[in-house]
C-alpha cells in the first residue's frame, strides 16, 4: 500500500525502461528477503501499470467532444436522468423525432447508442475532493451524454431478473405518497438501488450518521452469513454445509444489489473470514486480514482512492485490534454499546478524513438501527422480495411502511441539534479517540473521550480586516460563479449551470466559504448577469441553500448602468447595460445585457480592481470601456492598471478586445471555461491580445478554481490545480 500511496504522491509517470527496471528490483528485493522495500517499489509499478492499462479504453483528449461515438454493452446502472454501460456513464437526453423524452435504458439490458465521450474530470475547487479517482477506482474510464437527436437501440432484453428487479424500483412512483419513501428505503436495502434515495434522502441518513446501513457492505454480507452460521450452530448442520450455503447467501444477495465497490470488498473479507472458520491453514486474524487486503490491492490497486476503502477497513481494523481474543463479562446489548462506542471514540478521525459526516446522534440511533436492519429487516426485506417474485406483495407493503416509520423516527433524532451539530472546530484533536485501542488496564484508554470534548472547543476566530479583500473564482465547468469578499460581507456573482436531476456545480464549491455555521446571515448581496443558464442555472438551488439579502439582475431591474453600492470597503459600479434590459416585449436578458460590474478600493492612493464582464459582447465592451480610465483614475489623478479581468463569455472572441484592454490593461485575466469545452474557449485571439498587454492568464478548466487575496495593492493568487493527479499525467490533462 506504502508504494500505491507513493505513486498517488508522486504524480509522474517513469519513462518504460525505468518502470521495467524497478519492476525487476522489487522482485530481486523479495528473493533476499528484503519484504517490506521490495513490496513498496512493487506496489508504485503496479500501480502506474494497473492505471495505464485501465485508461486504455478511454477517450483520448484530441478525441473532438462534440463528435458523436458509437457505445454498445449492457446497461449496468442507472440513476435519475442517467445511466452506466460498460465503463461509461452517460447523462441521457434522447429524444423521440416528435420531440418528447425518450424512456431511459433499464439496467441489465444491451444498448447501442450514440454518444458524446470524454475523460474524466471532477471539478477542481478547495474543499471539494477529487471524484475522478474514486470513479476510476470503481471502474468508470469515461463520461459523457446521449445527445436529443441520438440514434438509439436496444439490442436485447434484460434477464428476468433483471425485469423483475427494474419493476420493483419501478413501482415507487406508483405507491401512495405517504409511503413512497419507505419503498425508496426498502428497495435501496434489498436491491442496492441507490438511486431510488433523493437528495433528502441521503441529507437524512448523512445528518444520523446511518449511511452505512442503506450502503450494501460488510455489515450486510456478515449479518447474513452470520445468521446462516448461528442457525447451523442451534440445529447442528453439518459445516461442510453450513459455509457455503452461508457464502451463497451472502454473494447472492451481493449479486442481487448490484455488485458495487463496497460489496466486492465485504465479499472477500467475508470469504476470508469462512476460510478462518473452516480452519484451512489455521490462518490467524491479523493474517487473514491482511491477506483481504492484499488481495484486494492486487485486484484493483486504485482502490486506495475510493472513501469507503479506509472506512471499511479501519472499522475491521478497530473492531479486531478492541475485541478479538479479549474476555469479556459483557453480554447482549452491553456488548452492543461497547463496540459502538468504540467505533465512535476510535473511527471517528478516519470518517473525518475522509470528508465524512460526523453527528454525536449516531450513537444512540445506531444502538437501535444496527440489530433491527441486521436481525429483522433486512432478512425480511429480502425474504419479502422472494415472494414478491410469486406475485405475493403483500409482505413487501407492510415492509415499506414500516421503513416508513423508520425515516420518521431518524427524522426526529436529526430534530436534537445539540447531537447533531458537526462544528469540530479542531478536528485534529479526534485522533486521541485512537487511545480506545489500548489494552485495559492502561491509564491512558481514558483520555479517549477527551478529544470530542476538544474538537468541539470553539477556536478564537480571526478579526476582521477591513483592508482585505478576496476574489474566489470557483471552478464550475462552462460556467461562471465568483465569490467576493470583503469586511465579512460576500457578493456572489452568477452561479453556474444546475441540471435536470437538480444538481448544481456551485453548492459543493461554495460549501468551505458559506457554511451556515460561518455565515449565519448567507449571501449578502447575489448578482446575476444575464439569463443564461451556465450563469443563472445554480439561482434557486442556492435560495434554497443559504439566505439572499439582496439580488441584482434583469428580472429585479436593478442591475444597469449608474447603479453602484457599498460591499464592506469596496466600492460596486454597474457599467453595463445602459438601463434595464427587460420590457413588455422583452422577457429575457441575453448576452448583451449582461450585468458588467467594477468592484475597487482605493488605499493610499493605489487602486486594486476587479471587472466581471458576464457574456457582454464587443459592442458592449466598446461602450462600457469608456468609463473605465475615470473609475481607475486616483485621488492624485493617476490611473492605474486594472488588478483582474474576468474574461468576457469565457474567453469567446467576441468579448475581450482591444478597446476593453488599452482602457484597463489588466495585470490577471481568468477565463471561467470547461475543461475541453466543444466551443473551443478561451479562443486563441483572445489568449494573444492578452499576451500582449502582459496579462498573467488562468483558467478554470487548467488551474480549478482560483483564489486571490488583496491586501493594500498586494495580490496573493493560489489555485487547487496546482499539482494534477496521476491521471492528469497519464493523459487526461488538458
Known amino acids: 500500500m506504502v508504494g500505491i500511496l507513493t505513486a498517488l504522491y508522486l504524480g509522474q509517470w517513469p519513462p518504460t525502461e525505468a518502470l521495467l527496471l524497478l519492476l525487476l528490483v522489487s522482485l530481486s528485493l523479495v528473493k533476499h528477503q528484503y519484504f517490506f522495500i521490495g513490496a513498496v517499489v512493487f506496489g508504485y509499478c503496479w500501480l502506474v501499470v494497473f492505471l495505464a492499462w485501465q485508461m486504455e479504453s478511454a477517450p483520448t483528449t484530441t478525441q473532438p467532444s462534440s463528435y458523436n461515438s458509437l457505445v454498445s454493452g449492457v446497461i449496468t446502472k442507472t440513476y435519475p436522468n442517467a445511466l452506466q454501460i460498460g465503463s461509461t456513464r452517460l447523462n441521457w437526453y434522447a429524444k423521440t423525432p416528435e420531440g418528447k423524452d425518450l424512456a431511459l435504458p433499464q439496467q441489465g439490458e444491451t444498448w447501442q447508442l450514440e454518444a458524446r465521450l470524454r475523460p474524466l474530470r471532477s471539478l ?34 434484460a434477464s428476468q431478473l433483471n425485469q423483475w428487479r427494474n419493476q420493483l424500483i419501478n413501482q415507487i412512483e406508483n405507491q401512495p405518497t405517504e409511503i413512497q419513501r419507505g419503498w425508496r428505503f426498502l428497495v435501496a436495502l434489498g436491491l442496492g438501488a441507490k438511486q431510488a434515495l433523493t437528495q433528502e ?53 451481493a449479486q442481487l444489489a448490484g455488485w458495487g465497490l463496497a460489496a466486492e470488498r465485504a465479499a472477500l473479507m467475508l470469504l476470508v473470514g469462512l476460510l478462518i472458520l473452516s480452519g484451512w491453514r489455521k490462518l490467524g486474524v491479523w493474517l487473514a486480514y491482511s491477506l483481504a487486503l492484499l488481495i484486494l490491492l492486487l485486484a484493483n490497486p486504485l482502490i486506495v482512492l475510493s472513501k469507503g476503502f479506509w472506512l471499511s477497513f479501519a ?17 447482549g446489548l452491553l456488548t452492543l454499546v461497547k463496540v459502538q462506542l468504540v467505533l465512535l471514540l476510535a473511527f471517528t478521525p478516519f470518517l473525518v478524513w475522509q470528508g465524512g459526516w460526523f453527528t454525536l446522534i449516531s450513537l444512540p440511533v445506531n444502538l437501535v438501527l444496527v440489530p433491527l436492519v441486521g436481525l429483522f429487516l433486512l432478512p425480511a426485506t429480502l425474504i419479502a422480495l422472494a415472494l414478491s417474485s410469486l406475485n405475493f406483495y403483500l409482505p413487501l407493503e407492510i415492509l415499506a411502511s414500516l421503513f416508513n416509520l423508520v425515516a420518521k423516527g431518524l427524522e426526529q433524532a436529526s430534530q436534537f441539534k445539540q447531537l447533531s451539530s458537526t462544528n469540530l472546530y479542531q478536528p485534529a484533536y479526534l485522533w486521541l479517540g485512537l487511545l480506545a485501542l489500548l489494552p485495559p488496564g492502561l491509564p491512558l484508554r481514558h483520555f479517549a473521550g477527551l478529544g470530542l470534548l476538544l474538537a468541539f472547543l470553539p477556536t478564537q ?4 480586516q477591513p483592508e482585505r479583500w478576496q476574489v474566489k473564482v470557483l471552478d464550475v465547468g462552462q460556467g461562471t460563479a465568483i465569490l467576493v469578499e470583503s469586511a465579512g460581507e460576500k457578493l456572489l456573482y452568477d452561479t453556474g449551470r444546475s441540471y435536470s ?31 443564461d443558464q451556465d450563469h443563472s442555472g445554480g439561482l434557486s438551488a442556492i435560495k434554497q441553500r443559504w439566505a439572499v439579502q439582496q439580488e441584482y439582475s434583469a428580472q429585479q431591474r436593478n442591475c444597469y448602468a449608474g447603479q453602484n453600492w457599498q ?16 420590457t413588455q416585449h422583452k422577457t429575457r436578458a441575453g448576452n448583451e445585457d449582461s450585468c458588467v460590474l467594477l468592484i475597487k478600493e482605493e488605499e493610499q492612493g493605489r487602486i486594486t480592481s476587479l471587472l466581471l464582464t458576464g457574456d457582454a459582447d464587443l459592442t458592449a465592451e466598446a461602450f462600457y470601456s469608456q468609463a473605465l480610465p475615470q473609475l481607475l483614475t486616483n485621488q492624485q489623478g493617476q490611473q492605474q492598471s486594472l488588478t483582474l479581468l474576468i474574461t468576457g463569455h469565457h474567453g469567446s472572441k467576441t468579448s475581450t478586445g482591444l478597446p476593453l484592454l488599452q482602457a484597463t490593461t489588466p495585470q490577471y485575466a481568468v477565463h471561467t471555461n470547461g475543461w475541453r469545452n466543444s466551443y473551443g474557449h478561451p479562443h486563441i485571439s483572445v489568449v494573444q491580445r492578452l499576451r500582449e498587454f502582459n496579462a498573467h492568464q488562468l483558467s478554470t478548466a487548467v488551474h480549478g478554481a482560483i483564489h486571490f487575496q488583496i491586501n493594500k495593492g498586494e495580490v496573493k493568487m493560489d489555485y487547487k490545480n496546482q499539482k494534477p493527479p496521476l491521471w492528469h499525467v497519464l493523459g487526461y490533462k488538458p
Open 501 to 531: 436531476s437538480g444538481w448544481a456545480a456551485v453548492l459543493p464549491a461554495l460549501k468551505p466559504w458559506l457554511t451556515p455555521s460561518k455565515v449565519p446571515k448567507g449571501i449578502n448581496q447575489l448578482v446575476i448577469s444575464h439569463d
Open 201 to 253: 434522502d441521503w441529507q437524512l441518513l448523512e445528518h444520523t450518521g446511518t449511511l452505512h446501513l442503506w450502503v450494501v457492505s460488510g455489515l450486510h454480507l456478515g449479518l447474513l452469513a452470520g445468521l446462516v452460521l448461528w442457525l447451523a450452530n442451534k440445529y447442528h448442520w453439518p459445516q461442510a454445509l453450513a459455509l457455503p450455503l452461508a457464502a451463497s447467501l451472502a454473494l447472492g444477495y
Open 315 to 331: 472499522a475491521v481494523a478497530i473492531l479486531i485490534a478492541s475485541f478479538y481474543g479479549r474476555a469479556t463479562s459483557s453480554k
Open 567 to 582: 460591499l464592506g470597503q469596496l466600492q460596486v459600479f454597474v457599467l453595463w447595460p445602459p438601463q434595464p434590459p427587460l
Open 461 to 464: 476566530s480571526d478579526p476582521i
Open 124 to 157: 477542481q475547487n478547495f474543499g471539494q475532493a477529487d471524484s475522478t479517482g474514486r470513479k476510476l477506482a470503481a471502474g468508470q474510464v469515461a463520461g459523457g451524454y446521449v445527445p436529443r437527436k441520438a440514434q438509439v437501440k436496444r439490442l436485447k432484453e
